[in-house]
């Protein structure tokens, strides 16, 4: 069983930080993760790639989180960290993190609330 829990959303006003953390925690299965990636949805709107980072350590983001987003990797490989900054109102979203294995499984969080206030 694979589970994948994020945390580091909450409320913040525009142009500030916040960091949101996943971890991937496994048992019982074979788990090599490929890539981990954030997700978000705001209301009314379909789940869209934030960002994403390979196990190689490749990075890629939707062009709306270019230069104030940074993802990365923590020490152990399983970890995934999402730095955002010069937050914008628009970056209002619930954020799930995913974990997809090396046979392209797709696992997901249940998400954190990250609120911008103008």
């Known amino acids: 069983q694979v589970q994948v829990v994020e945390s580091g959303g909450g409320l913040v006003q525009a142009g500030g930080s916040l960091r949101l953390s996943c971890a991937a925690s496994y048992s019982g299965i074979f788990f090599s993760i490929n890539s981990m990636g954030w997700h978000r949805q705001a209301p009314g709107k379909q789940r869209e790639l934030v960002a994403a980072i390979t196990s190689g350590d490749s990075t890629s983001y939707a062009d709306s989180v270019k230069g104030r987003f940074t993802i990365s990797r923590g020490s152990a490989k399983d970890t995934v960290y999402l730095q955002m900054n010069s937050l914008k109102p628009e970056d209002t979203a619930v954020y799930y993190c995913?974990?997809?294995?090396?046979?392209?499984?797709?696992?997901w969080g249940q998400g954190t609330q990250v609120t911008v206030s103008s």
């Open positions: 995913n974990a997809k294995d090396i046979m392209s499984r797709s696992f």
